[in-house]
């Protein structure tokens, strides 16, 4: 028999959805306090059941604090056609009443216009006191003993929750830059968004913009912690698979990207976490965004022949000339020798060093770096300016403040350490032709055997494996007998 349900039992099925771990509910309490133009937030985590929100936004009118924790009130909208121009976090009006539901809930107010606070309390959606106080400015929101009343919930509740809270204020630190957090005993200041990635990750990226995209980004993963995978639209932390598929295939393996659309080209009402985001016109943005990623991290020109260069003694005899191809191995004979060469080896070495030659030509397009890189060896600066790189002197110091697209940060730390840069070494891996894939004709193989002669290192690749392995003639004819 199908029954209505009554409004109790809609209500906490509802709530449910809302208040789903502490760390949802800190999310939703943070956004109230954005949304109330707040210029500092705090956030104090006792434990995953028992933390406060405090700020110091607009405040609520005493006379609105029942209001405030009732379903389905809000202040963000009116009607749906609001929902089409939404600029705040909050519009569903159920956060604070959800929470209420399951936990002993302390709500202390002032609004800016009026002089004198109040504070309501709530359990388990009964209000048990509601009355003036003196209270200085803005909201402060207590939520104790959470889950109270749904005891296999709060027993799910994860070992590391306390720390995934810490991650909900942070991702919306890094998107409300002008904002200042204080979780616990941590401070981040207002700053640049630039900075304020950098205090929050500990990490520095490269900065990439286009139209309604700006992507902080690494394409190399240094492994001193977990790796930074962030999207936000309208400031929003979001979920879209399309675009980390996307941002994935272009090798792109961190990166904190910011999209910023007409409030009407995005709909956030998919679910009541506002966690996923449904685009008018995905395609543009998915457009967009692989322009961007082409256009500044994975773009090499055509080839280019590179001049002076040293000959090796294991080439002593004159020009390399092709016998033959499989896919994977080309022949190739110089008068005494055979030769055997890895074909993606080889034609990985020819656009590592073409790519060198554009880089002296500033061939490729900059991108800024946060935080900027700060030298003091002259020997290093130099190799670095042969690189292409711009480094100029700030004090007794040398300074990098921005860096070629196919160079990354972590190509600057190799080069400290002796090593060759890996930015520039996997961009030509990635262009190198692969195993198995013939060239269209043998003039294009010899074309790239030709060009390969003009490099100034011959013997390995730029990861160090041997580009050839060869054999004398000599050897050869002996065990034909023909010697």
Request: positive net charge.
């Amino acid at each position: 028999m199908i029954r209505r349900l009554n409004e109790n039992v809609i209500s906490k099925i509802a709530a449910g959805q809302i208040a789903v771990s502490p760390s949802s509910v800190v999310k939703e309490l943070i956004e109230n306090s954005l949304d109330a133009n707040a210029s500092t937030v705090t956030v104090l985590i006792n434990s995953p059941f028992s933390f406060k929100v405090i700020d110091d936004g607009e405040g609520i009118p005493f006379k609105e604090l029942p209001l405030a924790v009732e379903r389905f009130s809000t202040s963000k909208i009116e009607n749906s056609e609001d929902l089409l121009n939404l600029r705040t976090y909050g519009f569903r009006g159920e956060a604070l009443h959800a929470i209420s539901l399951f936990s002993r809930l302390v709500l202390k107010s002032r609004y800016y216009l009026e002089e004198i606070g109040g504070v309501i309390v709530v359990k388990g959606g009964v209000v048990e006191n509601y009355e003036p106080i003196p209270f200085s400015s803005g909201t402060a929101v207590v939520v104790e003993d959470l889950y109270f009343n749904v005891p296999v919930r709060k027993k799910s509740v994860s070992r590391n929750e306390k720390q995934r809270m810490k991650s909900v204020v942070e991702d919306l630190a890094i998107a409300n830059e002008g904002v200042v957090f204080k979780v616990d005993n941590v401070t981040y200041p207002v700053s640049s968004k630039m900075e304020r990635i950098y205090r929050v990750t500990g990490k520095g990226f490269e900065l990439k913009e286009k139209e309604f995209l700006t992507m902080f980004y690494k394409t190399k993963f240094d492994g001193s912690s977990g790796r930074i995978k962030k999207i936000f639209v309208n400031r929003r932390p979001v979920i879209s698979k399309e675009i980390a598929d996307l941002l994935r295939k272009h090798h792109v393996e961190e990166y904190v990207l910011f999209i910023e659309l007409p409030p009407s080209e995005v709909d956030f009402n998919v679910s009541p976490l506002k966690d996923k985001v449904v685009f008018r016109d995905l395609s543009n943005v998915l457009r967009n965004l692989e322009s961007m990623l082409n256009k500044n991290l994975y773009f090499l020109p055509r080839f280019k022949t590179v001049q002076g260069v040293k000959e090796e003694s294991a080439f002593d005899y004159g020009k390399l000339k092709l016998i033959g191809a499989d896919g994977t191995v080309a022949i190739c004979e110089d008068g005494n020798y055979y030769y055997f060469f890895d074909i993606h080896l080889l034609h990985e070495r020819v656009n590592y060093e073409m790519i060198l030659e554009k880089l002296k030509e500033g061939f490729f397009e900059e991108k800024r770096l946060s935080p900027p890189i700060y030298l003091d060896d002259s020997l290093i600066v130099e190799k670095l300016r042969r690189l292409g790189v711009d480094v100029k002197r700030d004090g007794k110091r040398f300074v990098i403040s921005s860096l070629p697209a196919v160079i990354s940060r972590e190509d600057v730390e190799d080069v400290l350490r002796g090593k060759e840069p890996e930015s520039v070494a996997s961009s030509a891996c990635k262009s190198a032709v692969k195993s198995g894939v013939e060239f269209v004709s043998e003039s294009e193989l010899e074309k790239l055997v030709d060009l390969y002669m003009k490099c100034k290192e011959k013997r390995v690749c730029p990861h160090g494996r041997p580009i050839f392995y060869r054999i004398k003639k000599r050897d050869i004819l002996k065990k034909l007998g023909r010697l």
